[in-house]
C-alpha cells in the first residue's frame, strides 16, 4: 500500500498536488471567481457578527493554526488568537457567544483538542472544524465542518493534512472576506487563480528532491541547528522544526528572526546549520540583517526563497532553494516542501524509523 514508495511519509509528501486539488474541489464556483462552501451553516448575519476568532489545535495542526491567523486576519480584519489546545482551558479563555472557535485535527479525535471543542461550546461560542476524518469526534461535534481531503494520512509525521489545513483556511479566509467585503471580486479571483497553480509548483519542489536531500545528509551530521523567520515563514519555521525533531531526533529551534539577539544568538557557533524562510519581500531586508548576524557567528546558512527574490537573499547565504513564484499570502503552501523533505531525507540518514518514530503515536487520545 505504500505504492512503491519506501515509506508512507514519502508518499503523502508526493500526494499533496492531489491533496490541495481535492481540498479546492468543489469549493470554487465555475468561474473560478468565488469561494462556495456549501458546509458552512453560518448566515451572512451570524458571519458579520463575529468580532473575535480562537484558533485551538495541536502539534502540526497547531502550526497551521498560526498560518491560519495571518490568514484571516489579514482578508477578514478579524482578530485571531491562537492556542495549543493543552493550554486553551487552563488559561480561563474569554470565550463569547459572538466568539468563533475554529478546531483543527487531522484525526478529528486528539483528547486536547476535544476537550477545548466542548469548552468553547460550553460557553457559547461556535465551533468550526477542520479536520481529515469525516464522522470523527471533532467533526460530529462542531457547528460547522471542513473536511481537508488529503486522504488517509498513515506516517506519524503530517504533511499533506497540514498542506491541506493550509488551502482550507485560504478558502475560509476568502469566504469570510467576501461575505464581510473585506476583499474585492477581483482580489478573490486572484488568489483563487494562484491557489489553482500550487499543484503544479508542489511537483516542481518535489522534483528538487535530490537536492534536498544533500542538504538533509549534512544536517543529519550535526546535532543543533535553528530555523528562522518572520510572520509566517516563523510559523513554517516551527512547523519544519517539529517536523525535524519528531523523526530526525536532531534537536532545532525555530525562532523569530528578529529576536535571535535577544538570547539564543549565544548559541550559535561554527558550523551550525540555519534554516531561513524568506518569502515576504516587505520583511526579507530585515531578516538579511538577521542573517548577517548569524553568519558572523559561523553559521552556515540555507536560505529558503520565493522565485524573484534569489538576487537580494543569494548574496547573504551558503545556499539558495527557490520556491516558485506565488503570492504571499500562500508561500507557506510551498516553502513548507522542502521542510519537509529535509526532515524525511535527514530520518533516513540516521537510520531511523521514519514513519513510527519513537515515543510518538499518530493520534493522542490523552490529555
Ligand atoms: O490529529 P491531530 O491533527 O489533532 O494531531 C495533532 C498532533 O498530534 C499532530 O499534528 C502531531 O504534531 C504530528 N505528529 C506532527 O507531525
Redesign the pocket.
Known sequence: EKAGFDHFMLKEIYEQPKAYRDTMMGRVSEDGRSVVLKEIGMTAEQIRGIRKVHIV??????HAGLVGKTVIEGLARIPVETDVASEYRYRSPIITPDTLVIV???????AD?LAALREAKRNGARVLAI??VVGSS?AREADDVIITQAGPEIA????K??TSQLIAFNLFGLYLAQVLGTRDEAFVAEVLEAMHKLPEQVEAIIEQAPVLKQVADSISTHNNLFFIGRGVDFAVAQEGS??LK?ISYIHSEAYAAGELKHGTLALIEDGIPVIAVITQKDLYEKTLSNIKEVKARGAHVLGVVNAGMEEEVGKSVDELFVIPKTLQLLSPTLSVIPLQLISYYASLARGNDVDKPRN?A???TVE
Open positions: 489545535a495541536c502539534g502540526t495542526a497547531f483543527v485535527s487531522q484525526s478529528g479525535e486528539t483538542t479536520t481529515n471533532v506519524v509525521a503530517s504533511t493534512a497540514y517539529l517536523k519528531e510518538l499518530k493520534s493522542v
